[in-house]
């Protein structure tokens, strides 16, 4: 099935860095979501994007929908240790309430 | 947002045999949705599950081989048949609308 291409793959940063991580699509999406993936866990809702051009805050998060309709980027300030982990993109389609994954971005805080 | 309960969590198994996973969901969703991921990779739709209906297959996967019930709309179970290492995988379970939750998933490992 189609994935979402989602850069970096992976990032080794220092406590304290800011992250930022992006998601492209061929495809139109209706709805950007990204998720964040801890070991032995599904995947959590981070933040949710409905409308092209929406900027959304969630804390230290911040995660905009591009005006193409066709990315999305994710960017974490003063990163923290329990910042490590997966994040995943998605593209939601209202016609078929399916959601299409990225390929994931692992986050490694470097000690 | 939804909370979904799966399980197993893990299980080890031998090849041949069958698992039958279990999403039970504390509210009533119209659509429930079993994804694949395979180790070290991203999220893949194997199903969605409406309730009253056959489920509809990704492109890759047979009800044959993942066959899927849906009796009420706050269950759904999803059984891996005929199981080779292939198989081994995270398998979660996901409901739509505005949560977009997933189960913890189900770790299984074909021996």
């Known amino acids: 099935g189609q994935q979402l291409n989602q850069s970096p793959q992976s990032m080794f940063i220092q406590e304290g860095e800011d992250v930022s991580m992006n998601c492209t699509s061929s495809?139109?999406?209706?709805?950007w979501l990204w998720y964040k993936q801890d070991p032995g866990e599904g995947p959590v809702l981070l933040i949710a994007?409905?409308?092209?051009?929406e900027l959304t805050s969630n804390g230290r998060l911040t995660a905009q929908f591009g005006i193409t309709r066709k990315d999305s980027f994710l960017n974490i300030s003063a990163s923290i240790p329990s910042d490590v982990g997966i994040y995943f993109c998605?593209?939601?389609?209202?016609?078929?309430?399916?959601?299409?994954f990225g390929t994931g971005t692992r986050l490694t805080i470097i000690p | 947002s939804a909370v979904i309960s799966q399980k197993p969590s893990r299980d080890i198994c031998q090849r041949g045999t069958s698992l039958t996973i279990q999403c039970q969901v504390d509210?009533?969703?119209?659509?429930m949705f079993w994804y694949r991921q395979q180790p070290g990779q991203s999220l893949t739709l194997i199903a969605t599950?409406?309730?009253?209906?056959?489920?509809?297959?990704e492109s890759g996967f047979v009800i044959d081989k993942f066959p899927i019930s849906r009796p009420n709309l706050t269950f759904s179970t999803l059984t891996v048949s005929n199981m080779s290492p292939e198989d081994s995988s995270i398998y979660l379970c996901?409901?739509?609308?505005?949560?977009?939750?997933f189960g913890s998933g189900t770790r299984l490992t074909v021996v």
């Open positions: 599950a409406n309730q009253g209906s056959e489920a509809t297959y």
């Open positions: 509210s009533q969703v119209t659509m």
């Open positions: 495809s139109i999406f209706n709805t």
């Open positions: 996901s409901v739509g609308g505005a949560g977009y939750t």
């Open positions: 998605a593209g939601h389609n209202f016609r078929n309430e399916k959601l299409t």
């Open positions: 994007l409905y409308k092209a051009g």
